[in-house]
C-alpha cells in the first residue's frame, strides 16, 4: 500500500491512496444513497408512542436478520465484519436512546437519526479508535431508516457487468459480500489503509484506492481505469491502452493464484507464510489455501456481544477448531484485544477520554485479572484436546508496553506450559526489544497500531492515509530495531499488520530481518508469488534503500529502483 506524493494535475484523474494492487478498467458505479429522511414537526399522539416503539425496534431487528443472514454465507473477516454489524443494530445503548426520545413524541425515523447521531457526534469527539465506529453507526441508522419508511436498502449495486464501484465510504456490511467477479475495483473519497473497506478489499483480491480526494467528479457509467498500487485512477482513459494494462494485470494475477507454496526466497531462504483468523470456520478456509498456519488468531469474537464472559469450556471448543485446522502447522493465539472500539458488556469500562491509549488489550487484566488466566487455561485444554503439545502452543498478548508487563505474561502463560509471545504495537516496545525478549519467546509486529502510535495518526482518518502508511521510513526503523533483536537472541520476529499484504512492503520486512508474515488469507498467494522472484540479498538491498527515504513514496520508489538495479 502506498500514498504517491504527486498530485495529479490532469482534470480527468484522481489521486488516492492504493491499498490493494491491482488495474482495473471499467464503467463506474455509484453506491446507492443514503435514504432521503422526511421532516415531520408533529408529535407522535402519547397512545400511540409504544406502537411506534415496536415498529422501531421491529425495524432494528429486520435490519439485523438480514446482515446475519448474509454472514452465514460467507467466512473469515467477511463474516466477523456482518455479525458486527448485525449486533450493532440491536445494540441496546443507541435503541435505549430512540426509545427515550419516541416518549417524548419523536416518530420512529425520527427517533433512529437523532439517538444515532447523537452516539456519532460522541464518538467523534472521543477520536482515536472509537471514531472508526461511526461509518458502522451511519450505515445502521440508514438501513433502519430505509426500513422504517419501506424505500430500498441502501449499500452496494449489484449491475451485470463488471464496475468500478465508487463511494464516499463503504461500511463494512457493504464490502463483506462483494463479487470480485464483477466488482473490478474500489474507490472511496474516505477511509484509510487500514479500514475495513482496505482489509476486506485485500482479502477478496479486489484492486482498492481510499481517499480519494475530488472522487465526486467521476461521473456514473464513465470508463475509468483504477491502478491500485500508484492510488491513480483515470476517467475516460485512452481505451486500447487501459484494456491493455488491464489484461497484464489479470496475467499477473493469473501467475499469482497459480503460485503454490512454501514461501522461499529465489536462492532458498524460507518465510513462513500465515494466516489471520478469528475462528475455526476461517481458519479451515485458511487451510485449503496457501497459508502455513496461523500468524495471528483474534479470539475476540467469542467474547463480543454477550451479557456474560464465555465459560472455559466454550472458549476451548473455539481454539480447538483453530488449532484442529493446522494440526502440524504454527498457530498464534492472540489474547483478548477488548476495550476502546470493542468494548465488554460484561466488563464495567472506565469513563476513559482517550480509550485509544486507554485500558484496552492486556491491560483489561487492571478490570478483571482472572480474564486472562481463564483464557490462557481454555487455551491449554483446547491444545490437549486437539493433541498439541503445550510447548508447541504460542501465544501473545497485545498492548504490551514494558518489559515488566512482557514478563508477567510471559510468566502466566509459562505456568502453563505454553510458548510466550507479544505483540509490538506501542513504540516502547520496539525501542527495548532486547530487554522483551529477555522475558519471551517471539514477537510479532503489529503494524496497523505501531504506525498510528508511532505517527500520533489516527489511522481511519482519511486526512492522514499518508501518516498512517507502513512505508513511513520511521516505522520502518522501528520494525528494522525490533527484527535486529530477535536475530541477535535468535528468536522468530514475525508482522501480522496489514503492511504483510502488500507484496512489495513484504520484500523490504524480510530484507530487514523478519522470519514470517501473516494476512488476510486471500493476500498469501500475492506475496509469496513476488518473494519467490526475488534473492536475500535483494531483499536486503530493498530494505536499506526504503530506510534511507524521506517520505512513505520515495520508501516504496527506492526498493522499487534497487530491485529493478
Not at 476451548?316 to 489474547?335: C, E, N
Not at 534503500?545 to 522499487?560: D, H, I, K, V
Request: aromatic share 4%; with cysteine; charged share 20%.
Amino acid at each position: 500500500m502506498t500514498t504517491t506524493s504527486e498530485t495529479a494535475t490532469s482534470p480527468t484523474a484522481v489521486q488516492g491512496t492504493g491499498v490493494v494492487p491491482g488495474v482495473a478498467y471499467a464503467r463506474a458505479v455509484w453506491a446507492k444513497p443514503q435514504p432521503e429522511v422526511p421532516v415531520r414537526t408533529e408529535e407522535v399522539p402519547a397512545e400511540q408512542r409504544d406502537a411506534e416503539v415496536e415498529r422501531l425496534v421491529a425495524a432494528a431487528d429486520a435490519v439485523a436478520s438480514r446482515l446475519e443472514e448474509r454472514a452465514g454465507r460467507v467466512t473469515g473477516v467477511a463474516a466477523e465484519v456482518l455479525s458486527a454489524t448485525a449486533g450493532l443494530a440491536r445494540d441496546k445503548g443507541w435503541i435505549a436512546e430512540a426509545r427515550k426520545r419516541v416518549t417524548k413524541g419523536a416518530d420512529a425515523t425520527a427517533a433512529t437519526v437523532g439517538a444515532v447521531d447523537h452516539f456519532v457526534a460522541l464518538f467523534e469527539k472521543l477520536g482515536g479508535v472509537m471514531a472508526e465506529r461511526t461509518t458502522d453507526l451511519r450505515d445502521i441508522r440508514s438501513r433502519v431508516v430505509a426500513e422504517l419508511e419501506g424505500l430500498p436498502e441502501p449499500g452496494v449495486p449489484h449491475p451485470d457487468h463488471p464496475f468500478v464501484l465508487l463511494a464516499e465510504d463503504l461500511a463494512p456490511a457493504d464490502t463483506a459480500d462483494l463479487d470480485p467477479a464483477l466488482v473490478q475495483a474500489l474507490v472511496t473519497s474516505l477511509g484509510g489503509p487500514t479500514s475495513h473497506t482496505s482489509i476486506i478489499a485485500r482479502q477478496r483480491g479486489i484492486p482498492c484506492v481510499v481517499a480519494a480526494s475530488g472522487l465526486d467528479v467521476v461521473a456514473e457509467g464513465s470508463y475509468v481505469l483504477v491502478d491500485g498500487e500508484t492510488g491513480l485512477l483515470e476517467v475516460e482513459p485512452d481505451a486500447e491502452q487501459a484494456r491493455s494494462r488491464a489484461e497484464v494485470s489479470a496475467q499477473e494475477m493469473e501467475r499469482v493464484r497459480a503460485w503454490r507454496g512454501p514461501a522461499a526466497t529465489s536462492d532458498g531462504q524460507r518465510v513462513d507464510l500465515l494466516a489471520n483468523v478469528q475462528d475455526g470456520d476461517s481458519a479451515a478456509v485458511a487451510a485449503r489455501g496457501q497459508a502455513e498456519g496461523v500468524g495471528l488468531f483474534r479470539t475476540e469474537l467469542c467474547f463480543l456481544g454477550r451479557d456474560t464472559e464465555p465459560s472455559v469450556e466454550q472458549q476451548a471448543s473455539i481454539y480447538a477448531g483453530v488449532l484442529r485446522a493446522f494440526p502440524d502447522g504454527k498457530v498464534v493465539t492472540r489474547t483478548l484485544d477488548a476495550g476502546s472500539d470493542k468494548p465488554l458488556a460484561f466488563v464495567t469500562q472506565p469513563d476513559e477520554p482517550n480509550p485509544a491509549l486507554g485500558v484496552r488489550g492486556a491491560r483489561i487484566v487492571q478490570l478483571d485479572a482472572g480474564m486472562m488466566t481463564r483464557q490462557l487455561d481454555a487455551l491449554a485444554q483446547a491444545a490437549g484436546e486437539v493433541g498439541r503439545p503445550l510447548e508447541d502452543t504460542w501465544v501473545m498478548a497485545p498492548m504490551i508496553a514494558t518489559p515488566q508487563e512482557a514478563a508477567d505474561f510471559a510468566a502466566l502463560v509459562r505456568e502453563r506450559g505454553m510458548k510466550p509471545g507479544v505483540m509490538v504495537e506501542v513504540p516502547s516496545v520496539a525501542l527495548q526489544a532486547e530487554q522483551v525478549l529477555e522475558h519471551v519467546d517471539f514477537l510479532s509486529i503489529g503494524t496497523n497500531d505501531l504506525s498510528q502510535y508511532t505517527m500520533a495518526a489516527d489511522r481511519m482518518a482519511p486526512s492522514l492515509a499518508g501518516l498512517t502508511d507502513p512505508w513511513q521510513p520511521a516505522v520502518l526503523r522501528l520494525v528494522a530495531m525490533t527484527a535486529a533483536a530477535g536475530t541477535a537472541a535468535g528468536k522468530p520476529v514475525g508482522v501480522c499488520g496489514e503492511a504483510a499484504a502488500d507484496p512489495a512492503l513484504a520484500v523490504v520486512l524480510v530484507g530487514l530481518g523478519i522470519t514470517s508474515l501473516s494476512m488476510a488469507g486471500g493476500a498469501l498467494p500475492g506475496v509469496g508469488a513476488r518473494l519467490a522472484q526475488v534473492s536475500r540479498e535483494q531483499c536486503a538491498t530493498a530494505a536499506r534503500a526504503a530506510l534511507a527515504a524521506s517520505s512513505p513514496a520515495q520508501a516504496r520508489e527506492a526498493a522499487t529502483a534497487a530491485l529493478a538495479g
